[in-house]
Protein backbone atom coordinates (compact mmCIF):
# COMPACT_ATOMS: atom_id res chain seq x y z
CA UNK A 1 0.00 0.00 0.00
CA UNK A 2 1.38 3.30 -0.75
CA UNK A 3 0.75 6.17 1.58
CA UNK A 4 -1.22 9.14 0.22
CA UNK A 5 0.77 12.79 1.80
CA UNK A 6 -2.30 15.20 1.08
CA UNK A 7 -0.68 19.09 1.67
CA UNK A 8 -1.70 22.77 0.92
CA UNK A 9 -0.16 23.10 -2.59
CA UNK A 10 3.01 25.22 -3.32
CA UNK A 11 3.98 28.69 -3.09
CA UNK A 12 7.14 30.67 -2.52
CA UNK A 13 9.25 28.16 -4.56
CA UNK A 14 8.38 25.93 -1.65
CA UNK A 15 6.16 22.24 -2.20
CA UNK A 16 3.97 23.87 0.02
CA UNK A 17 2.48 27.37 1.77
CA UNK A 18 2.42 25.90 5.25
CA UNK A 19 4.88 24.99 7.97
CA UNK A 20 3.53 21.47 8.85
CA UNK A 21 3.02 20.42 5.49
CA UNK A 22 6.61 21.40 4.86
CA UNK A 23 7.62 19.30 7.62
CA UNK A 24 5.89 16.41 6.97
CA UNK A 25 7.31 16.64 3.22
CA UNK A 26 10.81 16.69 4.75
CA UNK A 27 9.79 13.72 7.28
CA UNK A 28 8.64 10.84 4.94
CA UNK A 29 11.12 12.46 2.61
CA UNK A 30 13.29 10.98 5.34
CA UNK A 31 12.29 7.51 6.25
CA UNK A 32 10.31 6.08 3.32
CA UNK A 33 11.45 5.44 -0.12
CA UNK A 34 9.98 7.40 -3.20
CA UNK A 35 8.08 4.40 -4.07
CA UNK A 36 6.57 4.37 -0.73
CA UNK A 37 4.04 7.34 -1.12
CA UNK A 38 3.04 10.12 -3.05
CA UNK A 39 2.53 13.55 -2.50
CA UNK A 40 -0.73 15.44 -3.33
CA UNK A 41 -1.30 19.19 -3.07
CA UNK A 42 -4.98 20.05 -2.38
CA UNK A 43 -6.69 23.60 -2.42
CA UNK A 44 -9.41 22.25 0.36
CA UNK A 45 -8.45 20.81 3.65
CA UNK A 46 -11.78 18.65 3.23
CA UNK A 47 -9.84 16.46 0.67
CA UNK A 48 -9.72 14.64 4.21
CA UNK A 49 -12.50 13.28 6.21
CA UNK A 50 -10.58 15.08 9.61
CA UNK A 51 -10.40 18.28 7.64
CA UNK A 52 -6.83 18.78 8.50
CA UNK A 53 -3.93 19.40 6.44
CA UNK A 54 -1.48 17.93 6.63
CA UNK A 55 -3.05 14.67 6.33
CA UNK A 56 -1.79 10.79 5.38
CA UNK A 57 -3.80 8.46 4.04
CA UNK A 58 -2.91 4.85 4.38
CA UNK A 59 -6.18 2.52 3.10
CA UNK A 60 -9.06 3.63 4.54
CA UNK A 61 -7.32 5.28 7.53
CA UNK A 62 -6.33 9.03 7.49
CA UNK A 63 -3.96 10.69 9.83
CA UNK A 64 -4.34 14.45 9.98
CA UNK A 65 -1.56 16.90 11.83
CA UNK A 66 2.45 16.79 11.63
CA UNK A 67 2.36 15.18 15.13
CA UNK A 68 -0.26 12.40 14.48
CA UNK A 69 2.01 11.81 11.18
CA UNK A 70 5.04 10.79 13.34
CA UNK A 71 3.02 8.74 15.87
CA UNK A 72 1.02 6.91 13.33
CA UNK A 73 4.40 6.02 11.46
CA UNK A 74 5.86 4.97 14.48
CA UNK A 75 3.18 2.48 15.69
CA UNK A 76 2.37 0.79 12.47
CA UNK A 77 5.73 0.04 11.67
CA UNK A 78 7.48 -1.49 14.53
CA UNK A 79 9.63 1.44 15.15
CA UNK A 80 11.24 1.41 11.78
CA UNK A 81 9.69 4.44 10.13
CA UNK A 82 10.60 6.23 13.03
CA UNK A 83 13.55 8.98 13.07
CA UNK A 84 13.56 9.21 16.55
CA UNK A 85 14.87 5.59 17.15
CA UNK A 86 18.35 6.36 17.86
CA UNK A 87 18.06 9.03 20.15
CA UNK A 88 18.65 8.55 24.21
CA UNK A 89 16.23 9.10 26.46
CA UNK A 90 17.57 12.91 27.13
CA UNK A 91 17.88 13.40 23.40
CA UNK A 92 14.07 12.13 23.23
CA UNK A 93 13.24 14.69 25.96
CA UNK A 94 15.08 17.67 23.83
CA UNK A 95 13.25 16.62 20.80
CA UNK A 96 9.95 17.09 22.20
CA UNK A 97 10.92 19.86 23.83
CA UNK A 98 12.45 21.34 21.24
CA UNK A 99 9.24 20.28 18.84
CA UNK A 100 6.58 21.99 21.02
CA UNK A 101 9.22 25.23 21.71
CA UNK A 102 9.23 25.62 17.26
CA UNK A 103 5.75 25.44 16.63
CA UNK A 104 4.55 27.77 19.13
CA UNK A 105 7.11 30.44 19.21
CA UNK A 106 7.49 29.50 15.07
CA UNK A 107 3.91 30.26 13.99
CA UNK A 108 3.37 33.52 15.22
CA UNK A 109 6.04 35.02 13.28
CA UNK A 110 4.81 33.04 10.26
CA UNK A 111 1.41 35.19 11.21
CA UNK A 112 2.76 38.18 11.35
CA UNK A 113 5.00 38.23 8.46
CA UNK A 114 3.20 36.41 5.71
CA UNK A 115 -0.69 37.69 7.09
CA UNK A 116 -0.79 40.40 9.59
CA UNK A 117 1.51 42.67 7.72
CA UNK A 118 -0.32 44.15 5.36
CA UNK A 119 2.15 45.05 2.64
CA UNK A 120 3.39 41.00 3.19
CA UNK A 121 -0.21 39.75 2.62
CA UNK A 122 -1.65 42.47 0.27
CA UNK A 123 1.60 41.96 -2.70
CA UNK A 124 2.63 38.55 -1.68
CA UNK A 125 0.97 36.22 0.30
CA UNK A 126 -2.66 37.17 -1.20
CA UNK A 127 -0.91 36.00 -4.44
CA UNK A 128 0.54 32.95 -3.53
CA UNK A 129 -3.07 31.90 -2.04
CA UNK A 130 -5.01 33.00 -5.32
CA UNK A 131 -2.66 30.59 -7.32
CA UNK A 132 -3.30 27.44 -5.75
CA UNK A 133 -6.62 27.86 -4.00
CA UNK A 134 -9.50 26.50 -6.47
CA UNK A 135 -12.93 28.26 -6.34
CA UNK A 136 -15.10 29.39 -3.58
CA UNK A 137 -12.05 28.98 -1.96
CA UNK A 138 -9.94 31.53 -3.16
CA UNK A 139 -12.54 34.10 -1.68
CA UNK A 140 -13.09 32.94 1.59
CA UNK A 141 -9.93 31.12 2.88
CA UNK A 142 -7.39 33.87 2.52
CA UNK A 143 -9.49 35.93 4.89
CA UNK A 144 -10.13 33.23 7.40
CA UNK A 145 -6.06 32.63 7.28
CA UNK A 146 -5.63 36.28 8.01
CA UNK A 147 -8.18 36.03 10.79
CA UNK A 148 -6.98 33.31 12.37
CA UNK A 149 -3.61 34.36 11.88
CA UNK A 150 -4.33 37.69 13.59
CA UNK A 151 -6.00 36.03 16.61
CA UNK A 152 -2.62 34.05 17.09
CA UNK A 153 -0.36 36.01 16.80
CA UNK A 154 -2.18 39.29 19.19
CA UNK A 155 -0.26 37.89 22.40
CA UNK A 156 2.85 39.69 20.54
CA UNK A 157 1.49 43.14 20.73
CA UNK A 158 2.15 43.66 16.67
CA UNK A 159 -1.34 44.56 15.41
CA UNK A 160 0.12 47.64 14.25
CA UNK A 161 1.31 46.19 11.21
CA UNK A 162 -1.81 45.42 9.73
CA UNK A 163 -2.63 48.93 8.24
CA UNK A 164 -6.31 48.77 8.37
CA UNK A 165 -6.59 48.39 12.12
CA UNK A 166 -3.57 50.98 12.56
CA UNK A 167 -5.68 53.31 10.44
CA UNK A 168 -8.21 52.36 12.77
CA UNK A 169 -6.75 53.31 15.75
CA UNK A 170 -5.65 56.31 14.42
CA UNK A 171 -9.15 57.40 13.38
CA UNK A 172 -10.11 56.76 16.71
CA UNK A 173 -7.78 58.85 18.44
CA UNK A 174 -8.45 61.47 16.08
CA UNK A 175 -12.47 61.24 16.52
CA UNK A 176 -12.03 62.07 20.61
CA UNK A 177 -10.43 65.14 22.71
CA UNK A 178 -9.79 68.44 21.33
CA UNK A 179 -9.84 66.88 17.69
CA UNK A 180 -13.37 66.14 17.85
CA UNK A 181 -14.36 69.70 17.96
CA UNK A 182 -12.81 70.34 14.78
CA UNK A 183 -14.42 70.25 11.38
CA UNK A 184 -13.07 67.06 8.85
CA UNK A 185 -12.43 69.67 6.46
CA UNK A 186 -10.28 72.02 8.48
CA UNK A 187 -8.08 68.87 9.83
CA UNK A 188 -4.97 67.63 8.76
CA UNK A 189 -4.70 65.81 6.06
CA UNK A 190 -4.61 61.60 7.05
CA UNK A 191 -1.32 60.01 6.89
CA UNK A 192 -0.37 58.22 3.64
CA UNK A 193 -0.46 54.31 3.85
CA UNK A 194 3.01 54.44 3.02
CA UNK A 195 3.88 56.81 6.21
CA UNK A 196 1.82 54.92 8.40
CA UNK A 197 3.18 51.66 8.26
CA UNK A 198 6.68 53.14 8.07
CA UNK A 199 5.96 54.71 11.46
CA UNK A 200 4.26 51.85 13.00
CA UNK A 201 7.32 49.56 11.33
CA UNK A 202 10.12 51.76 13.36
CA UNK A 203 8.38 51.94 16.41
CA UNK A 204 8.30 48.02 16.31
CA UNK A 205 11.07 47.12 15.23
CA UNK A 206 12.68 46.97 18.39
CA UNK A 207 9.94 44.36 19.36
CA UNK A 208 10.00 42.33 16.22
CA UNK A 209 13.82 42.39 16.73
CA UNK A 210 13.17 40.98 20.51
CA UNK A 211 11.16 38.04 19.42
CA UNK A 212 12.57 36.76 16.67
CA UNK A 213 15.78 36.88 18.62
CA UNK A 214 13.88 34.76 21.07
CA UNK A 215 13.09 31.97 18.45
CA UNK A 216 16.54 31.75 16.46
CA UNK A 217 19.11 32.19 19.22
CA UNK A 218 17.79 28.70 20.72
CA UNK A 219 17.83 27.26 17.57
CA UNK A 220 21.40 28.41 16.48
CA UNK A 221 22.99 27.10 20.02
CA UNK A 222 21.28 23.93 19.60
CA UNK A 223 22.64 23.21 16.29
CA UNK A 224 26.30 24.71 16.87
CA UNK A 225 28.49 22.90 14.39
CA UNK A 226 26.69 19.76 14.33
CA UNK A 227 24.64 18.69 10.98
CA UNK A 228 21.20 18.80 12.66
CA UNK A 229 19.84 19.20 16.14
CA UNK A 230 20.41 16.58 18.36
CA UNK A 231 23.32 14.51 16.91
CA UNK A 232 24.60 13.09 13.33
CA UNK A 233 21.26 11.96 12.34
CA UNK A 234 17.73 14.04 11.28
CA UNK A 235 14.92 13.99 14.13
CA UNK A 236 11.20 14.95 13.84
CA UNK A 237 12.57 18.21 15.33
CA UNK A 238 14.93 18.72 12.68
CA UNK A 239 12.07 18.34 10.54
CA UNK A 240 9.93 21.18 12.37
CA UNK A 241 12.69 23.39 12.11
CA UNK A 242 13.56 22.86 8.61
CA UNK A 243 9.59 23.35 7.93
CA UNK A 244 9.68 26.79 9.02
CA UNK A 245 12.53 28.36 8.56
CA UNK A 246 13.01 27.51 4.82
CA UNK A 247 9.44 29.28 5.24
CA UNK A 248 10.86 32.38 7.20
CA UNK A 249 13.91 32.84 4.76
CA UNK A 250 12.23 32.15 1.13
CA UNK A 251 9.67 34.05 0.26
CA UNK A 252 11.02 37.86 -1.09
CA UNK A 253 8.52 39.81 0.99
CA UNK A 254 8.61 43.66 1.25
CA UNK A 255 9.18 44.03 4.64
CA UNK A 256 11.56 40.90 5.28
CA UNK A 257 12.60 41.23 8.77
CA UNK A 258 12.48 37.57 9.75
CA UNK A 259 14.86 37.08 6.64
CA UNK A 260 17.19 39.62 7.36
CA UNK A 261 17.22 38.73 10.84
CA UNK A 262 18.16 34.91 9.92
CA UNK A 263 20.79 35.91 7.60
CA UNK A 264 22.27 38.92 9.23
CA UNK A 265 22.63 37.30 12.98
CA UNK A 266 22.56 33.49 12.21
CA UNK A 267 24.37 32.67 9.26
CA UNK A 268 24.87 29.02 10.39
CA UNK A 269 21.70 28.26 10.76
CA UNK A 270 20.54 30.23 7.88
CA UNK A 271 23.37 27.87 5.79
CA UNK A 272 21.94 24.67 7.52
CA UNK A 273 18.12 25.41 6.55
CA UNK A 274 19.36 26.22 2.72
CA UNK A 275 21.49 23.52 2.07
CA UNK A 276 18.70 20.58 4.39
CA UNK A 277 15.57 22.11 1.96
CA UNK A 278 17.79 22.40 -1.23
CA UNK A 279 18.52 18.60 -0.97
CA UNK A 280 15.38 17.18 0.27
CA UNK A 281 13.20 19.39 -1.62
CA UNK A 282 14.85 20.15 -4.59
CA UNK A 283 14.36 22.83 -6.87
CA UNK A 284 11.36 25.03 -7.28
CA UNK A 285 8.32 22.96 -8.12
CA UNK A 286 6.30 24.29 -11.49
CA UNK A 287 2.87 25.02 -9.40
CA UNK A 288 0.56 24.35 -12.64
CA UNK A 289 1.86 21.23 -13.28
CA UNK A 290 1.65 19.88 -9.84
CA UNK A 291 -1.41 21.14 -9.74
CA UNK A 292 -2.48 19.02 -12.66
CA UNK A 293 -3.61 22.53 -14.62
CA UNK A 294 -0.76 21.89 -17.36
CA UNK A 295 -0.54 18.48 -18.83
CA UNK A 296 3.09 16.89 -19.61
CA UNK A 297 5.49 14.13 -17.60
CA UNK A 298 7.02 14.88 -14.34
CA UNK A 299 10.01 16.83 -14.68
CA UNK A 300 12.94 14.50 -14.37
CA UNK A 301 14.98 16.71 -11.97
CA UNK A 302 11.93 16.64 -9.08
CA UNK A 303 13.27 14.55 -5.84
CA UNK A 304 9.49 14.11 -4.28
CA UNK A 305 6.92 12.20 -5.75
CA UNK A 306 4.20 14.49 -6.90
CA UNK A 307 0.89 13.10 -7.73
CA UNK A 308 -1.65 15.82 -9.54
CA UNK A 309 -5.47 16.05 -7.22
CA UNK A 310 -8.42 14.46 -8.75
CA UNK A 311 -10.79 17.50 -10.71
CA UNK A 312 -13.44 18.47 -8.60
CA UNK A 313 -17.24 17.62 -9.74
CA UNK A 314 -19.85 19.88 -9.78
CA UNK A 315 -21.69 18.28 -6.78
CA UNK A 316 -18.33 19.24 -4.99
CA UNK A 317 -18.13 22.54 -6.38
CA UNK A 318 -21.97 23.23 -5.54
CA UNK A 319 -21.51 22.00 -2.12
CA UNK A 320 -18.54 24.08 -1.45
CA UNK A 321 -20.56 26.86 -1.72
CA UNK A 322 -23.24 25.86 0.24
CA UNK A 323 -21.30 25.02 3.50
CA UNK A 324 -19.20 28.60 2.70
CA UNK A 325 -22.63 30.35 2.76
CA UNK A 326 -23.69 28.07 6.32
CA UNK A 327 -20.71 28.72 7.83
CA UNK A 328 -20.92 32.41 8.05
CA UNK A 329 -24.54 31.95 9.39
CA UNK A 330 -23.90 33.22 12.85
CA UNK A 331 -25.75 30.72 15.02
CA UNK A 332 -25.68 27.84 12.40
CA UNK A 333 -22.40 28.67 11.53
CA UNK A 334 -20.83 27.39 15.03
CA UNK A 335 -22.53 24.44 15.01
CA UNK A 336 -21.94 22.94 11.41
CA UNK A 337 -18.35 23.31 11.80
CA UNK A 338 -16.34 20.32 12.62
CA UNK A 339 -16.12 19.72 16.49
CA UNK A 340 -13.24 18.25 18.16
CA UNK A 341 -13.31 14.38 18.99
CA UNK A 342 -12.20 12.54 22.10
CA UNK A 343 -9.66 9.85 22.53
CA UNK A 344 -10.52 6.38 22.09
CA UNK A 345 -8.38 3.76 24.15
CA UNK A 346 -7.39 1.59 21.08
CA UNK A 347 -3.83 2.17 19.41
CA UNK A 348 -2.35 1.80 16.34
CA UNK A 349 -4.46 2.24 13.46
CA UNK A 350 -7.74 1.09 15.46
CA UNK A 351 -7.32 4.32 17.54
CA UNK A 352 -7.36 6.38 14.32
CA UNK A 353 -10.10 4.66 12.79
CA UNK A 354 -12.05 5.07 16.15
CA UNK A 355 -11.18 8.90 15.97
CA UNK A 356 -12.85 8.36 12.20
CA UNK A 357 -15.76 6.93 13.45
CA UNK A 358 -16.76 9.38 15.88
CA UNK A 359 -15.48 12.13 13.27
CA UNK A 360 -18.32 10.42 10.59
CA UNK A 361 -21.26 11.04 13.61
CA UNK A 362 -20.47 14.58 13.64
CA UNK A 363 -20.26 15.39 10.00
CA UNK A 364 -23.97 13.44 9.41
CA UNK A 365 -24.88 16.26 11.51
CA UNK A 366 -22.86 18.58 9.04
CA UNK A 367 -25.12 16.86 6.57
CA UNK A 368 -28.54 17.06 8.25
CA UNK A 369 -27.81 21.21 8.53
CA UNK A 370 -27.38 20.95 4.78
CA UNK A 371 -30.24 19.06 3.85
CA UNK A 372 -32.28 21.85 5.79
CA UNK A 373 -31.08 24.82 4.63
CA UNK A 374 -30.81 23.24 0.74
CA UNK A 375 -34.69 22.76 1.45
CA UNK A 376 -35.48 25.50 3.24
CA UNK A 377 -34.03 27.97 0.31
CA UNK A 378 -35.53 25.60 -2.30
CA UNK A 379 -39.16 25.66 -0.61
CA UNK A 380 -38.99 30.11 -0.42
CA UNK A 381 -37.86 29.79 -3.83
CA UNK A 382 -41.18 27.82 -5.13
CA UNK A 383 -43.37 29.72 -3.37
CA UNK A 384 -41.88 32.90 -4.59
CA UNK A 385 -42.08 31.41 -7.79
CA UNK A 386 -45.86 30.47 -7.37
CA UNK A 387 -46.88 33.56 -5.91
CA UNK A 388 -45.35 35.80 -8.82
CA UNK A 389 -47.06 33.88 -11.45
CA UNK A 390 -50.17 33.97 -9.47
CA UNK A 391 -51.11 30.40 -8.74
CA UNK A 392 -50.47 30.88 -5.10
CA UNK A 393 -53.00 33.55 -3.71
CA UNK A 394 -51.96 36.11 -1.22
CA UNK A 395 -54.02 36.94 1.53
CA UNK A 396 -54.83 40.39 2.35
CA UNK A 397 -54.39 41.70 5.83
CA UNK A 398 -55.43 45.19 5.73
CA UNK A 399 -58.49 46.48 7.72
CA UNK A 400 -61.55 44.67 6.56
CA UNK A 401 -64.74 47.55 5.93
CA UNK A 402 -67.88 46.60 7.35
CA UNK A 403 -70.57 45.81 4.87
CA UNK A 404 -73.71 48.40 5.61
CA UNK A 405 -77.20 47.00 4.90
CA UNK A 406 -79.01 48.76 2.05
CA UNK A 407 -82.61 49.73 2.56
CA UNK A 408 -83.20 49.80 -1.36
CA UNK A 409 -84.97 52.80 -3.49
CA UNK A 410 -86.93 53.56 0.30
CA UNK A 411 -83.46 53.80 2.52
CA UNK A 412 -82.15 56.27 0.06
CA UNK A 413 -85.50 58.53 0.14
CA UNK A 414 -85.62 57.99 4.32
CA UNK A 415 -81.69 59.10 3.85
CA UNK A 416 -80.70 55.89 5.50
Not at 111 to 122: E, F, G, T
Not at 205 to 214: C, G, I, M, Q, S
Not at 235 to 243: I, M, R
Request: net charge neutral; aromatic share 8%.
Amino acid sequence: MVFELHVWGPAFELPSIDAQCLAAIFYLRQCLPLDHWVLIPSSDARVSPLAELPALRDGETWVAGFTNIVDYLLETSNGERDLNKHLNAQQQADCAAFSTFIASRGQPLLDLSLYVSSDNYLNCTRQALSDILTWPKSWTLPHQWRAQAKKRSEHLGLDSLDVDSAQAEEDKRADTGLTAHIPKSLRKPRQTVTGLLGRHQQKNRFRLDAVTEDFFEPLSEMLGEKNWLLGDQACSADCLAVGYLVLMQTPALEHGWLRESLQRNHAILHKWVTSRAAEVFGPPPDVSWVLGRKPGLEPAESPLPWRAPASRSLPQVVQAVVEGCISSIPVIGSGYGVSEIGNTHASGRERHRGKQLQLARLQRRRGLYLEIVASSVATVGLMAWLVYQGLLPVPRWGRSVSRRRGFGEAGVLLGL
